[in-house]
């Protein structure tokens, strides 16, 4: 089983970042998935998550700038960030729900 997260980096407050995550090793299309973020210092906190047939939870924290999706035909699942803000810096994970399957995680950082 694998999970491989792409697409972070550095960007401004305000800026855009879109991660990818792709999946090997399983029947993603089975399984909810999800992206949890965790800071350093503090709690791992869960993001957003999306069940197999593409129902979406978030975060208060996230609600209206970021955007979970999956293509189950690509075995790829998505998060697009917008209106990033500094305190969304963090390394970002890819994981199904039930916390079974991690990737190794994706260093987001937004500063000016």
């Known amino acids: 089983v694998q999970l491989v997260e792409s697409g972070g980096g550095l960007v401004q407050p305000g800026g855009s970042l879109r991660l990818s995550c792709a999946a090997s090793?399983?029947?993603?299309?089975?399984?909810?998935m999800a992206w949890s973020r965790q800071a350093p210092g503090k709690q791992r906190e869960l993001v957003a998550s999306?069940?197999?047939?593409?129902?979406?939870k978030y975060a208060d924290s996230v609600k209206g700038r970021f955007t979970i999706s999956r293509d189950n035909a690509k075995s790829a699942l998505y998060l697009q960030m917008n209106t990033l803000k500094p305190e969304d810096t963090a390394v970002y994970y890819c994981?199904?729900?039930?916390?079974?399957?991690w990737g190794q995680g994706t260093q987001v950082t937004v500063s000016s």
């Open positions: 994981h199904s729900l039930g916390y079974t399957y």
């Open positions: 090793g399983f029947t993603f299309s089975n399984y909810a």
């Open positions: 999306t069940t197999s047939n593409g129902s979406t």
